[in-house]
């Protein structure tokens, strides 16, 4: 059974990652920066909101793919996707925000720890029972 639901997040989860990427290299072109931080904060914040998508998102979209590809209901895996979609945008306005916007950060992290557990979680149990 090919995936057809995955591919969509996965698709807007790299738009997701894209821009975030933009977002540093357009800072480092801007302050002539070319490795590391240099000790700049605004850079280094970019830099970790763009880290941070790349620690969560892989394992995120694994897991997603494998609850499509075990037959879970389209509404549940769309639920997942949206979580996981959701929470990597809400994340980086609120981390790189000046001030931060901890509401928007907390958020962020809470939907895709949650997706990540109740994709992992339902595996499990799919995979036991």
């Known amino acids: 059974m090919p995936l057809t639901l995955t591919p969509?997040?996965?698709?807007?989860?790299?738009?997701?990652?894209?821009?975030?990427?933009?977002?540093?290299?357009?800072?480092?072109?801007?302050?002539?920066?070319?490795?590391?931080?240099?000790?700049?904060?605004?850079?280094?914040?970019?830099?970790?909101?763009?880290?941070?998508?790349?620690?969560?998102?892989?394992?995120?979209?694994?897991?997603?793919?494998?609850?499509?590809?075990?037959?879970?209901p389209a509404l549940a895996v769309h639920a997942l996707g949206l979580a996981l979609l959701t929470g990597r945008i809400l994340h980086p306005l609120g981390f790189s925000a000046t001030p931060q916007k901890f509401i928007l950060r907390q958020v962020g992290m809470v939907l895709t720890l949650a997706m990540i557990a109740v994709s992992a979680l339902g595996l499990l149990v799919h995979a036991l029972f």
């Open 8 to 72: 969509i997040y996965a698709a807007l989860c790299a738009l997701v990652f894209l821009g975030l990427s933009w977002h540093v290299i357009a800072y480092r072109r801007a302050n002539r920066i070319s490795l590391g931080d240099t000790g700049d904060k605004a850079l280094l914040k970019r830099m970790r909101a763009q880290a941070n998508a790349a620690e969560y998102m892989p394992i995120a979209l694994i897991l997603l793919a494998l609850t499509e590809a075990n037959g879970a």
